[in-house]
C-alpha cells in the first residue's frame, strides 16, 4: 500500500525559503521507473506542476519556476524534499507530493499525499 | 491561463451523461501524448481517474470513460451520480514547455 504525506511549515514570511518534506511508503526511490513529484494548489485555483525526481536521481522543474526550486531525495529514509526560495504571497497554495506510476508516458500521479496548505504572509 | 483549456463548469441531473473537455494544442494533446484524468472532491487531494486517455485505475467505476481526438480529450461521466460532484482536471505533456500541464479545472455538479 503506498502513501505519502507532507510535512513542513504552515506560515512562512515573504523572501523565506520554504522547505517540504515528502515521506512516503510502499514503494522505493532506488527501483527502477518510480519518480515522486511535486504539485501545488492556490485556493480555489488549478493544479500546478513543480518538480519531480526519479529514481535515477533525474530531476525535472516548472520552467517558470525553477530559479526558485530545488528536489533531493533521501532513499534511506524515504523522504523527497523541495525547497522553494524567495517565496512570495503569491505562492500561498495547498503543496502535494505524488508518486509517479510508470504505466503511461507521460507519467500519471496515482497516490497522492494529503496535502499541506501554506501560507505566506508577513 | 492553463496550456490546458477546460470549461469551468458542468451539470447535470442524476443519471444523466455529462462531457467535459479539455482542449490543447501541436505541441501537447496533438503531438499524441497521453491525457490523464483527476477527480477532486470537496475539500479532498485528486484522485487518478483515467490514464493514458482512456484506461481506468483498478476500482474506477466504468461510468468514467475517456477519448482523444487531434487536439482534443474528453471525460463522459455516463450515468451521473450524487458523488461525482467534484472538480475534475486533465493533465498532459508538452513538448513546447518541456513539461507537465494541467487544465484549469472543471466543476462537475449534480443538479
Known amino acids: 500500500q503506498i502513501t505519502l504525506k507532507e510535512s513542513g511549515p504552515t506560515l512562512v514570511k515573504p523572501t523565506q525559503t520554504l522547505t517540504l518534506t515528502c515521506t512516503f511508503s510502499?514503494?522505493?526511490?532506488?527501483?527502477?521507473?518510480?519518480?515522486v513529484v511535486w504539485i501545488r494548489q492556490p485556493p480555489g485555483k488549478a493544479l500546478e506542476w513543480l518538480a519531480f525526481?526519479?529514481?535515477?536521481?533525474?530531476?525535472h522543474y516548472s520552467p517558470s519556476l525553477k530559479n526558485r526550486l530545488s528536489i533531493t531525495k533521501d532513499t534511506s529514509k524515504n523522504q523527497v524534499v523541495l525547497t522553494m526560495t524567495n517565496m512570495d504571497p503569491a505562492d500561498t497554495a495547498t503543496y502535494y507530493c505524488?508518486?509517479?506510476?510508470?504505466?503511461?508516458?507521460?507519467?500519471?500521479?496515482?497516490?497522492w499525499g494529503q496535502g499541506l496548505l501554506v501560507t505566506v504572509s508577513s | 491561463q492553463s496550456v490546458l483549456t477546460q470549461p469551468p463548469s458542468v451539470s447535470g441531473a442524476p443519471g444523466q451523461r455529462v462531457t467535459v473537455s479539455c482542449t490543447g494544442s501541436?505541441?501537447?494533446?496533438?503531438?499524441?501524448?497521453?491525457v490523464h484524468w483527476y477527480q477532486q472532491l470537496p475539500g479532498g487531494a485528486p484522485k487518478l481517474l483515467l490514464f493514458?486517455?482512456?484506461h481506468r485505475p483498478s476500482g474506477v467505476p466504468d461510468r468514467f470513460s475517456g477519448s482523444k481526438s487531434g487536439t482534443s480529450a474528453s471525460l463522459v461521466i455516463a450515468g451521473l451520480q450524487a458523488e461525482d460532484e467534484a472538480d475534475y482536471y486533465c493533465?498532459?505533456?508538452?513538448?513546447?514547455?518541456?513539461?507537465?500541464?494541467f487544465g484549469g479545472g472543471t466543476k462537475v455538479t449534480v443538479l
Open positions: 510502499g514503494f522505493s526511490l532506488i527501483k527502477s521507473g518510480v519518480g
Open positions: 501541436s505541441s501537447n494533446i496533438g503531438a499524441d501524448y497521453d
Open positions: 505524488a508518486h509517479q506510476s510508470d504505466i503511461a508516458e507521460p507519467h500519471p500521479f496515482d497516490y
Open positions: 493533465q498532459s505533456y508538452d513538448s513546447s514547455l518541456s513539461g507537465v500541464v
Open positions: 493514458a486517455d482512456s
Open positions: 525526481i526519479y529514481w535515477g536521481d533525474n530531476k
